[in-house]
């Protein structure tokens, strides 16, 4: 499922069971199944894990790998190359480079 005003690509592969909100911009990259991403969201060359939760108005920059089953909160941030690992809860904002969460 796939809400109004949303821009998938260039070179967006998504899994099924995924649904992706109203003016969510996807860019290269990656989502699993069972994925939800929320309103407003932009993801730019990222891999999203089977089963997470993007919140509303989330950025996720290049590089980024979001694990399985992981809950992102509204409005957070994640800087470039950041690793979160499975089942995570993401409250806030990760604005540096290269940041591992495990």
């Not at 699993?32 to 932009?42: A, H, I, P, V, W």
């Not at 993007?54 to 994640?78: P, Q």
Request: hydrophobic fraction near 35%; glycine fraction near 12%; aromatic fraction near 8%.
């Amino acid at each position: 499922m796939v809400g109004n005003n949303t821009e998938l690509g260039p070179n967006v592969i998504v899994h099924k069971n995924t649904k992706i909100g109203s003016t969510t911009k996807i860019l290269n990259s990656l989502i699993f199944n069972g994925s939800s991403l929320c309103d407003g969201s932009y993801i730019s060359g990222a891999i999203i894990g089977s089963n997470t939760y993007i919140g509303k108005w989330v950025r996720i920059e290049d590089g980024s790998v979001i694990g399985d089953g992981v809950y992102v909160k509204d409005y957070v941030f994640i800087a470039k190359n950041a690793k979160i690992g499975p089942y995570r809860e993401i409250m806030e904002s990760i604005y540096k480079d290269n940041e591992i969460i495990l």
